[in-house]
């Protein structure tokens, strides 16, 4: 992440999601507080540290260590390379107590005005009530033993606002999926999902699954007859309720990261239990493992579950979809939505979506840190690019895949308009292991059916340690050319695409590498 979603808004496209960005902000603060209070920067600046070695120096919680790591990283503040954690530069640069350049105290002091905060509409406000509460230090426990009916409703509303937006865009990514009722929406909050979904099933009867206090805020948020067609709504606890039928599709919308891992795997067991055959399950949340449009939002969305409820919190996706699999939920997709959440379709036709975001995903799935679909016209060749590794690159001529060898930029230039469909990919060192995303990505591709499905990398060849002596790649099959190696003007295509990318200023600064699928 270069700067936060919001400071890089552009003031013609606010959105909602640029609002809930905002409302959120303070996350990212915390977790810097959080993480300066705990010295967690200066036991990593000393060198590698593992979450254990970590726990143990820092006196801290193995576990909840791990998560606020997780967030760190996601904001570039620390990194991790299998086991180990580091600072970033910048952490070690600006966040490690005794360095001459620390200046952690100073953001501390940032944190000691933020009670404060807190009262601001009742000090800009002239209304009484809020004047009073100003003064009043207990003015926030008053507030939190205000009528509980009162609070449960304002509860359900917000959740009920939220689940609005993202409705319509889950309703648009299921469109050509063949749904058959009837429907379950398990933890349904006032029924907006299903208000959104049910039109894309043809007489589709649901049930809104709550506990008694949710359902009857529900009913005074949507007081008409008309608000509930089709929805009836049942009232119980999921964890020990019977049903008694099997629905055709079973949603669990931000339910699951309400409970611990033992729990959530029971309550997802029980909702295939209650599918009847070519059932699917619908699973939308944050997800700390997702690289969506707000990579770090599932991540911190789980400190909030740590700090808010007894065991919540947000499970990787990719434990979700192994409890799938090892209830018999085939196959299992995953789509990341237009703002900060992603969806689950188990046991659909695997076709939900469109198609070319379909594939961003996959490339996602790959371990890609973002995916960008491009046309063949978004990529820029030029006769520079390739001067540039002559002089100025240290590689040169010592690398059978690297110029003067390789491709011309007007070979590149007919190769990539011979396609219609690519995808940019931004990923991390090291080289190998990118390289290797790249080839079972470009694997994948042709094994679905995309029989020109092909790779271009980033930097020198990694395959072997040394090209051999006979002028003849030992490794045709699996060696790739690298972009810049092949004449494309890389800085100017991510620009394009939408992707920041600046010279590495120094050793240990935060390196992107660019590959790029030509798909079909
Ligand atoms: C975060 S809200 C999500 C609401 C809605 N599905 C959405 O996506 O906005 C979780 C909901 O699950 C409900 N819930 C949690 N545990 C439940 C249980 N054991 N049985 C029934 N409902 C439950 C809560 O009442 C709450 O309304």
Redesign the pocket.
């Known amino acids: 992440m270069t700067c936060l979603d919001f400071q890089n808004s552009d003031p013609t496209h606010k959105n909602f999601q640029y609002l809930e960005d905002l409302a959120t902000a303070y996350w990212y603060s915390e977790v810097l507080f959080a993480s300066l209070e705990l010295n967690l920067f200066e036991h990593l600046d000393k060198e590698g540290v593992t979450i254990d070695g970590l726990s143990h120096v820092a006196d801290c919680h193995g576990d909840a260590l791990f998560r606020l790591l997780r967030a760190l990283e996601k904001m570039a503040l620390v990194a991790r390379y299998g086991d180990v954690w580091f600072n970033t530069s910048l952490a070690s640069f600006c966040l490690v107590p005794g360095k001459e350049t620390y200046m952690g105290d100073f953001f501390l002091y940032r944190r000691y005005m933020q009670p404060n905060w807190s009262r601001l509409a009742c000090r800009v406000s002239r209304k009484e009530r809020l004047s009073r509460d100003c003064d009043d230090s207990a003015a926030l426990e008053k507030i939190s033993n205000k009528d509980y009916r009162a609070r449960n409703l304002r509860y359900?509303t917000a959740?009920?606002t939220?689940?609005k937006e993202?409705a319509r865009n889950i309703a648009q990514i299921l469109k050509s999926e063949p749904l058959k009722g009837p429907f379950l929406?398990?933890?349904?909050?006032a029924g907006s999902?299903l208000r959104a979904l049910l039109p894309l099933i043809p007489q589709c009867n649901a049930v809104l699954?709550?506990?008694p206090e949710?359902i009857e805020a529900a009913h005074e948020l949507y007081p008409e007859t008309s608000d509930w067609n089709c929805i009836e709504t049942m009232e119980?606890?999921?964890?020990s309720h019977s049903f008694d039928e099997k629905f055709g599709v079973v949603m669990l919308?931000?339910?699951l990261h309400?409970y611990g891992p033992q729990e959530a795997r029971e309550l997802l067991e029980k909702a295939i239990s209650l599918l009847s055959d070519h059932g699917v399950i619908l699973i939308?949340d944050y997800f700390p493992d997702r690289a969506g449009k707000n990579p770090e939002k599932g991540a911190l969305y789980d400190l909030t579950m740590m700090l808010n409820t007894y065991n919540g919190c947000c499970h990787e996706a990719r434990d979700i979809a192994r409890w799938l699999k090892s209830g018999g939920m085939t196959p299992c997709e995953i789509i990341d939505l237009d703002t900060d959440t992603s969806l689950m379709v188990a046991g659909g036709s695997g076709k939900a979506g469109d198609p070319l975001k379909a594939w961003i995903n996959i490339a996602r799935n790959h371990g890609f840190e973002r995916a960008v679909g491009i046309s063949p016209d978004t990529v820029v060749t030029a006769p520079w690019v390739r001067k540039k590794c002559q002089w100025g690159c240290d590689g040169f001529g010592k690398n059978l895949q690297c110029p003067p060898r390789g491709m011309s930029h007007k070979e590149t230039r007919e190769m990539i308009d011979s396609y219609e469909t690519l995808i940019l990919l931004e990923g991390t060192p090291p080289g190998k292991a990118f390289h290797e995303k790249l080839l079972a990505l470009e694997k994948t591709a042709f094994m679905a059916g995309f029989h020109k499905a092909f790779v271009f990398g980033a930097g020198p060849c990694t395959l072997c340690p040394r090209c051999s002596d006979d002028d003849t790649c030992r490794h045709h099959d699996l060696a790739r050319p690298a972009m810049e190696a092949s004449g494309i003007d890389v800085y100017e295509t991510a620009a394009r695409a939408g992707v920041r990318l600046k010279p590495v200023q120094k050793k240990m600064d935060y390196v992107k590498y660019m590959g790029l699928l030509l798909l079909k």
């Open positions: 359900v959740m009920d939220l689940v993202k929406d398990v933890g349904g909050g999902m699954f709550e506990l949710v119980g606890d999921f964890r919308s931000n339910f309400a939308h």
